[in-house]
């Protein structure tokens, strides 16, 4: 009971921040091709965890915010996270605003150099090491390796920042410290590892 207060009471206080990630403007008017893109919506991050070892076992933590800021409360679902092991981790990015559901993480991927998820883990036995790279070879964190230590609770926030400095000290290891940019998206999600 108290580990579902300490989740609960988590959850609430989650800090949560949402902006649009702008698309690339094309020139308005005769030669440009028409007016600017608009800004996508991020309504739903997605954390899938998979277990290296026996990838039939699958765990998820996720964020959906189905109004953007502002108006209705977000909703947290997450997982327990088994101790010991090693796990794939594939972060989803969507727009749910829209009929059909925008997969935002293509963009991600399709502007890499651009973009850098950052993951903060605090309380819980868990590291995050990137598993993918942008042309330049820096990181991205779309795909991800974690490793789970002891049994434990903590948060985890997730930041997706814009135009971050990749080549600033700490950065292509993870530290969010130095990389500037703008933040598409930061949430923190409860963790509990047994």
């Not at 765990?59 to 959906?64: A, G, V």
């Not at 909703?75 to 794939?88: E, F, I, N, S």
């Not at 940019?181 to 509990?192: A, Q």
């Amino acid at each position: 009971m108290k580990t579902i207060r300490t989740i609960l009471s988590i959850a609430v206080a989650a800090t949560v921040s949402l902006t649009a990630c702008k698309k690339e403007e094309k020139p308005s008017g005769p030669s440009g091709g028409g007016p600017p893109n608009e800004e996508e919506l991020i309504t739903t991050l997605i954390l899938s965890f998979t277990d290296i070892a026996d990838p039939s076992q699958t765990y998820e933590l996720r964020f959906t915010d189905s109004d953007g800021d502002g108006g209705a409360a977000p909703v947290l679902v997450t997982d327990t996270l088994p101790a010991g092991r090693t796990l794939g981790l594939l972060v989803g990015l969507l727009d749910e605003s829209v009929n059909p559901v925008d997969t935002v993480t293509n963009e991600v991927q399709a502007e890499a150099e651009e973009h850098q998820f950052f993951f903060q883990v605090s309380g819980a036995a868990m590291t995050v090491a990137y598993a993918d790279q942008d042309a330049n070879g820096q990181p991205v964190g779309v795909l991800n390796t974690v490793i789970t230590g002891a049994p434990s609770e903590g948060t985890i926030t997730v930041t997706l920042r814009h135009q971050p400095d990749k080549g600033a000290p700490g950065v292509a290891g993870g530290d969010i410290t130095n990389a500037g940019g703008e933040t598409d998206i930061e949430v923190t999600f409860p963790l509990v590892i047994q």
